[in-house]
């Protein structure tokens, strides 16, 4: 969707190093969601935020970080924790954080270790 | 927690055929059942989706069914089209607390189909 953009597209990460990938939506949706999809794999949630100031953990939260300062804004940082980073990288964002609640992507960032 | 298994994994047929996708979940909690489509390096995108409150539902050449009592849905493609070819992706969704007991929707997806239509 227009609306959620991810940033950058591509990214690598040297060893050791800490890295962040930006995601923003202008639909004025209250929940925000991290994805990580690896080949063959359907997508995994990461950290998910149903309201600015809050996030929770997903099923493989460790070794990532996030923030929600911003209704518009989640950015999510793969720290040097996480030893196996190279994945696509979905944000999504949906109206609200309820069960029933279509969510929608962005273009995602494909990360890679050099 | 929930768990999500999709059949086949590869799936290829002709064009101007019908194609089917089929999950199924083990949550009889989840409610909510959205089908994603992927093509290749991009967003996955919402194609239609239904909710435990109806058996059937159709938009154009797509279709989805979902029998509650079996834990079970499909997609059904008709007339299929070379630019039908995508991965998709289903997924089932329910309610959960968090740990602060606030609750929330997840979706847990299932691992894809590669569809391929051939000319």
């Known amino acids: 969707d227009g609306g959620i953009t991810q940033s950058p597209k591509y990214l690598f990460r040297k060893e050791g190093q800490n890295v962040t990938l930006s995601c923003e939506q202008n639909l004025n949706h209250d929940a925000m969601y991290w994805y990580r999809q690896d080949p063959g794999q359907g997508l995994r949630l990461i950290y998910y935020s149903q309201i600015v100031n809050d996030f929770q953990k997903g099923d493989i939260a460790e070794g990532y970080s996030v923030s929600r300062e911003k209704k518009e804004s989640f950015p999510l940082t793969v720290t040097s924790a996480q030893k196996n980073p190279t994945a696509f990288y979905l944000c999504?964002?949906?109206?609200?954080?309820?069960?029933?609640?279509?969510?929608?992507f962005g273009d995602g960032t494909r990360l890679s270790i050099l | 927690g929930e768990n999500v298994e999709q059949h086949p994994s590869t799936l290829s047929v002709q064009e101007g055929d019908s194609a089917v996708i089929k999950c199924t979940y083990s949550?009889?909690?989840?409610?909510?059942f959205p089908w994603y489509k992927q093509e290749l390096g991009k967003r996955p995108q919402l194609i239609i989706d239904i909710r435990s409150n109806v058996g059937e539902k159709k938009d154009q050449r797509i279709a989805v069914t979902l029998n509650k009592t079996a834990k079970h849905f499909s997609l059904h493609i008709t007339e299929t089209q070379p630019e039908d070819s995508a991965v998709y992706f289903c997924a089932a969704s329910n309610s959960l607390r968090n740990a602060g007991g606030t609750s929330y929707g997840k979706l847990t997806f299932g691992q894809g189909t590669i569809l391929t239509v051939h000319p």
């Open positions: 949550d009889s909690a989840s409610n909510y």
């Open positions: 999504a964002s949906s109206t609200t954080g309820g069960f029933n609640q279509p969510q929608h």
